[in-house]
């Protein structure tokens, strides 16, 4: 357990300072995909910013923020240790690999909500968007974000395995950002891609975390409504089968000899 | 009863795939104990399986079939207790971080097996003062030369204190100064601390100097397993060194089989194997009838590369019988 702990932490450094000296490549994309949102609410504004169209966009695309995060950090960090001989390394560890790469989970988080906070920041002062500060949200979008990491330890996995999995990480996160309700309400889908976009980890979060933060509903009764119930179903199994398809994906890798390879 | 062994591999195979489903043995049937507190040579031509050997002492290749133990934990069942027994420097990677300093590193990888506060610190600081990268110790890898990377890649496969360390090529790419640091280096692991170090590489000259013991492999079998002075010494029976005056006629040196032809102050010298004593006055006789004056000859004592080439020859011919 200490082991553990002492490994996680030492993740969480090395990851913070690596970040650090990427610093203006983490700056770029904070602003990059502020303008994608900013650029969307265009679009779907019909040419204007609807400050109550962004706001219930923005609770979506935060969501979306921390999912492009996870998948980003797990696969496309996996990879970067691949190219650069540290993943064998790593895989040296008493702590299994996958433990090790939590604290590249929490790394993402923290970098993430301070991403967040920048974006926040800006649009509240320029755009007038306003989210109410409800710590109610705060329990929902946790257990969001434990379903949308497990769904970024089965792409994590799939680089382990599959190695050229950038397009797909790529595929996915775009995917995610137009399906998963942060743009278009799910009840305004045809009822075909309703059913696919559920099925995503981040879908069923957006949307008890619109109905707790915009609407000012209470935790007792998105529990009664059974939606709190069915995000922590939704959210365990995606953590469970993540964590089962890395480690199934870790021992292929071993098994075939390609662990380090890229 | 505590093992002499730090490292022992039994019946160890792997098979690997090809994309169209073919397989490539490249281990078969290895049998092979490394005994503790020896620098052990692992010796092979390229693809022969000493990388993949390595791999699976480390846990990150799974073997077809068979068991590694490193110290009292086998790899696969307690391989938590087996990879904390292990530091390890592995062919044709980084091994480091090179966005971060060599101090970085250092705590970085010590955290990775576990260690913490102080102890962790103190080590360190052992480490890059031993290895003369305190100085730049706050610098990034990635601005270092290729030895001074390898260097903090030693020194974080060093860095748990394991009792032993597997370096595979330590020295490739290296320059003949930053070669020299790490192979002293290697020398100091096993004399002063203890350690078992095994150790592959092509500079055969350096495993000579390091190794208690090599084992040679080729196409995933083991050819040799002996201590560095018995092999040489099993050689050495049949191999000659001759010394005759004057220089051998043009053409002439290529009909003397497997013996080096070498010239010194106008003197000729043929060194190599000669298969008995009816082989040897054949040899001589040769030479007298080319009018060349003998001066000496010698039983010689063989090095290693020579006795590498020559299991590796015998190897393949018996292959092609």
């Known amino acids: ?217 209470s935790l007792g009764l998105v529990w009664q409504d059974k939606s709190l119930v069915w995000l922590i179903v939704h959210s365990s199994i995606c953590l469970a089968i993540g964590w089962l398809v890395f480690d199934r994906c870790e021992r292929v890798a071993k098994k075939q000899g390609s662990l380090g390879q890229y | 009863m505590e093992s002499p062994f730090a490292i022992q591999i039994d019946t160890l195979s792997k098979t690997y795939r090809q994309r169209n489903g073919a397989p490539i043995q490249a281990v078969k049937d290895l049998n092979l104990c490394v005994p503790a507190g020896q620098v052990f040579g692992f010796l092979g031509p390229n693809g022969a399986g000493k990388t993949t050997t390595i791999k699976m002492i480390c846990g990150l290749v799974t073997p077809t079939s068979g068991r590694v133990r490193v110290g009292r934990y086998d790899v696969w069942r307690h391989r938590s207790a087996a990879v904390r027994q292990i530091g390890a ?31 962790l610190t103190r080590r360190a600081e052992q480490l890059l003062r031993e290895l003369d990268l305190w100085d730049r110790r706050k610098d990034l890898v990635r601005t270092f030369s290729r030895g001074m990377q390898q260097k903090v890649a030693v020194a974080c496969a060093l860095v748990a204190d394991p009792p032993i360390v597997l370096l595979d090529e330590p020295t490739l790419g290296l320059d003949v100064q930053a070669a020299r640091t790490v192979r002293d280096m290697v020398g100091r692991l096993a004399q002063e601390r203890g350690k078992t170090v095994v150790l592959t590489t092509h500079q055969l000259d350096m495993a000579q100097k390091l190794c208690d013991r090599v084992a040679i492999i080729s196409k995933g079998r083991i050819l040799a397993n002996e201590p560095v002075e018995e092999l040489l010494h099993l050689f050495s029976e049949e191999h000659y060194q001759i010394k005759v005056e004057g220089r051998l006629p043009v053409g002439v040196a290529d009909c003397f089989d497997e013996l080096t032809v070498e010239e010194e102050n106008g003197n000729t010298i043929l060194r190599g194997p000669i298969a008995d004593q009816d082989a040897l006055y054949d040899v001589l006789d040769r030479l007298r ?24 020859d015998t190897d393949k011919a018996r292959e092609e019988r």
């Open chain 1, 1 to 217: 357990m200490k082991t553990a702990l002492i490994t996680l932490l030492g993740e969480v450094r090395k990851s913070l300072l690596i970040s650090w000296t990427y610093r203006a490549n983490v700056f770029v994309a904070t602003f990059t995909l502020g303008f994608i949102f900013v650029g969307i609410g265009l679009l779907t504004g019909g040419g204007e910013l609807d400050s109550e169209q962004l706001t219930f966009m923005f609770v979506g695309y935060l969501v979306w923020f921390y999912t492009r995060a996870a998948i980003s950090d797990l696969s496309w960090g996996l990879r970067g240790e691949m190219s650069a001989g540290t993943l064998e390394q790593m895989s040296m560890s008493p702590v299994p690999i996958g433990l090790v790469l939590a604290g590249r989970v929490f790394t993402s988080l923290l970098l993430t909500t301070a991403q967040i906070l920048i974006q926040g920041s800006v649009f509240f002062l320029l755009l007038d968007i306003r989210i109410p500060l409800r710590w109610e949200g705060i329990p929902i979008l946790a257990l969001t974000l434990i379903g949308v990491f497990g769904f970024g330890y089965i792409v994590a996995g799939a680089t382990l395995v599959f190695k050229q999995s950038e397009s797909l990480a790529n595929v996915v996160e775009n995917l995610l950002l137009f399906i998963n309700g942060t743009m278009v309400p799910l009840d305004a889908m045809p009822a075909w891609l309703a059913s696919i976009a559920r099925a995503f980890p981040s879908t069923l979060g957006i949307a008890v975390l619109r109905r707790v933060v915009l609407d000012g509903r």
């Open chain 2, 89 to 119: 420097v592995l062919e044709g990677t980084r091994n480091v971080h090179w966005p971060l300093s060599a101090w970085d590193n250092l705590l970085y990888f010590g955290h990775l097996k576990g260690m913490w506060g102080r102890r």
């Open chain 2, 289 to 312: 009838g080319l009018g060349l004056p003998l001066l000496s000859a010698s039983r010689a004592e063989p090095d290693l590369e020579g006795v590498f080439v020559r299991m590796l």
